[in-house]
């Protein structure tokens, strides 16, 4: 007999090798019905896995992320098997689940699929899930998963299992498909019931521009029609807010290939927005003690060596730049850590100097491929809200609560309101890839949990999403659509002081290593902004709307009494323009609804008599006639308070 123990602390005994569908089907058929996978000892498992050794079980849904996964990860072998019908010769690359839905990288040799032949497939998927066909899963030698793949002519499986150790390799199939897979799967198809293939796109093998740039099909699909037809009319909003398009129309920012691609050029209005947004954030910052600093855009290859950068970087980095002199060798800077440890090199510290709190807006360097650049969200060139902090170990977790804070300021000023904390530690199965100890990882890890504990905030923990060099406190920000933005992120790190010889003199009078906590309450400005336009649809907050008032006379004859009026009001710092285009004042109230300014003032002979205007605001809403100095004073109230810093 095995004990299992439930999430509520509950403890059941059943028989070595039940699995978690009879597990689940002995406490309600229902509950059964409604499992999608199964998390044992923290790992997401098949349903239909034999249990062997006293474990925790969590028993997932479709409101579990991991849940969710499983289903999407089942789809994606689903639409192989529809491709491998339809398209007879298709290789496959891989087929992940992603956060909404999955996608599958295949090569179709010379057929080029268009968006029409989505149709088609879609088509065929709903044929075979009539089929209600089982996930089959089996243990395969290298030996024989090379061969059976290879009789195939699958050349991008092959190069996966060569990479793979004898005795860890799985595949499932189900129905006429098999594919190499660790899964997790649901135990058959039934569960799917609504399907929708969503874009195509290129993608090169490996993410390597040298390869072969494959067919990458995206797919969603959910256990309730219902529940596609909800997300498919949240997929037009989003396209209705995206901050291509809006960024576009209000002239935020532009690219340029002349200037080189995901390198985003700021346009006088996205500059301005963008400025505002770093004068708060200053503005917070030194009221928590923080000292700005400048430093260069590159830097030389030994300080990311020494960094760590170089290793973990170095292939997402731009090419090395050399110079006259021999040997000497520079790179684009990927970070801005290596550089402040620097700064704190510069002097000699004591016990008393600390905490050293230096604060950046730096601008990186990534070289990201081509086919993964979209908009200000992926980009080459981004400027981060950097900012670092040397403590003793004794002062990390009020430091930590203190940057926690500066967080909720920024996301409530933003009214970024749903968002999730997700402590993100290192892989346990994998230190390879990390620096330092084991024992300051265990460290930084329990600060960061401790500190969290105290604020009470209820985070998720991920394992193996930990920077090299330390775990990290990510903020998930849910947008207006629901989706998920990492952003702000704060990351506590013993190895950057080992590595570059920081020190400080204790009260004790000897020399003790510092703490170094990186943090990022945007993350980065452009995606910072990205997210920000999409989740307001462009309907700025006030204080950072580009243009706060249009004013638009009704004839001609009002064009002077509307630039006095605009005068007036720019002279008290409200960002006002005129429209004194010919053209009736229905039209000019639409467009200037469209180019989302939050105050339309229209003046004619009565408002310029008496010294008024005629008050609407975005949205269709009108506030009646008000004499100029009232509504300037109004505004100014209204902006003073969404800008009032309201500290923890």
């Not at 998920?484 to 002081?497: A, E, F, K, M």
């Not at 180019?595 to 609407?616: C, D, F, H, M, Q």
Request: glycine share 8%; net charge negative; proline share 4%.
């Amino acid at each position: 007999m095995i004990n299992v123990t439930f999430p509520d602390g509950s403890v059941r005994q059943y028989e070595a090798g039940v699995t978690a569908y009879q597990i689940a089907e002995s406490i309600s058929p229902r509950l059964a019905h409604d499992c999608l996978a199964a998390s044992i000892d923290g790992e997401t498992r098949d349903l239909s896995l034999p249990i062997n050794a006293d474990c925790k079980l969590q028993l997932l849904k479709w409101d579990d992320a991991e849940g969710k996964h499983a289903f999407w990860h089942t789809s994606s072998h689903l639409m192989a098997e529809a491709l491998q019908a339809l398209f007879p010769g298709v290789q496959f690359g891989i087929g992940p689940a992603i956060e909404n839905g999955f996608y599958y990288d295949v090569d179709l040799g010379d057929t080029v699929l268009k968006e029409t032949d989505l149709e088609a497939i879609e088509k065929k998927m709903k044929e075979l899930l009539q089929k209600k066909s089982k996930m089959e899963r089996r243990d395969i030698t290298k030996a024989d998963a090379l061969k059976y793949f290879g009789d195939r002519g699958e050349t991008y499986k092959c190069e996966l299992i060569s990479e793979l150790a004898d005795g860890t390799i799985t595949t499932y199939t189900q129905g006429d498909f098999t594919d190499l897979c660790r899964g997790p799967h649901l135990i058959d198809t039934t569960p799917i019931k609504a399907v929708k293939l969503t874009a195509i796109a290129g993608a090169y093998w490996r993410g390597d521009e040298k390869r072969k740039q494959m067919t990458r099909i995206y797919g969603i699909t959910f256990p309730k029609q219902g529940m596609l037809d909800e997300y498919l009319t949240l997929l037009e909003e989003a396209k209705k807010r995206d901050h291509r398009k809006i960024g576009k129309e209000m002239d935020l920012y532009m690219f340029s290939d002349m200037v080189g691609k995901g390198l985003p050029i700021w346009l006088p209005k996205g500059t301005a927005l963008r400025l505002r947004l770093e004068d708060y954030l200053k503005k917070i910052q030194k009221h928590y003690g923080y000292q700005q600093v400048m430093t260069p855009h590159i830097g030389n290859k030994q300080l990311y060596v020494t960094s760590g950068h170089w290793d973990h970087y170095g292939k997402d980095s731009f090419q090395p730049i050399t110079t006259p002199e021999e040997g000497e060798i520079y790179l684009l800077k990927p970070m801005n850590c290596p550089h402040h440890c620097m700064i704190y090199r510069n002097s000699p510290r004591s016990y008393k100097d600390l905490p050293l709190r230096l604060a950046e807006f730096g601008t990186v360097y990534r070289y990201e491929q081509s086919g993964e650049l979209h908009g200000l969200t992926r980009v080459r060139s981004f400027t981060q809200d950097d900012a670092h902090i040397f403590c003793r170990p004794d002062q990390v977790k009020d430091e930590f609560l203190r940057v926690m804070d500066i967080i909720e300021i920024i996301f409530g000023a933003l009214s970024f309101e749903n968002f999730e904390a997700q402590i993100s530690l290192r892989d346990p199965n994998d230190h390879e890839k990390y620096v330092g100890s084991d024992e300051l990882w265990a460290r930084a890890e329990q600060n960061i949990i401790d500190a969290c504990k105290e604020k009470g905030l209820p985070a998720r923990v991920e394992y193996g999403e930990a920077a090299f060099y330390g775990p990290k406190l990510d903020f998930m920000v849910k947008d207006a659509l629901g989706r998920r933005w990492q952003l702000g992120t704060i990351q506590v790190d013993y190895n950057l002081p080992e590595r570059f010889g920081l020190e400080y003199i204790g009260n004790d009078n000897l020399k003790h290593r510092p703490v170094m906590i990186h943090r990022a309450p945007f993350g980065s400005m452009e995606r910072f902004i990205a997210v920000l336009i999409e989740h307001t649809a462009g309907k700025f907050p006030l204080w950072l709307a580009p243009d706060q008032v249009v004013v638009m006379p009704i004839s001609e004859k009002f064009n002077e009494y509307a630039y006095q009026v605009a005068k007036e009001l720019n002279d008290q710092d409200v960002r006002t323009v005129v429209d004194d285009r010919n053209e009736k004042i229905g039209r000019k109230i639409r467009d200037n609804e469209l180019k989302r300014i939050p105050y339309l003032l229209i003046v004619g002979e009565k408002e310029s008599a008496n010294g008024e205007v005629s008050v609407r605001k975005q949205g269709g809403i009108d506030l009646g006639s008000k004499k100029l100095t009232t509504f300037a004073a109004e505004i100014l109230a209204e902006v003073n308070e969404q800008m009032t810093v309201k500290y923890k």
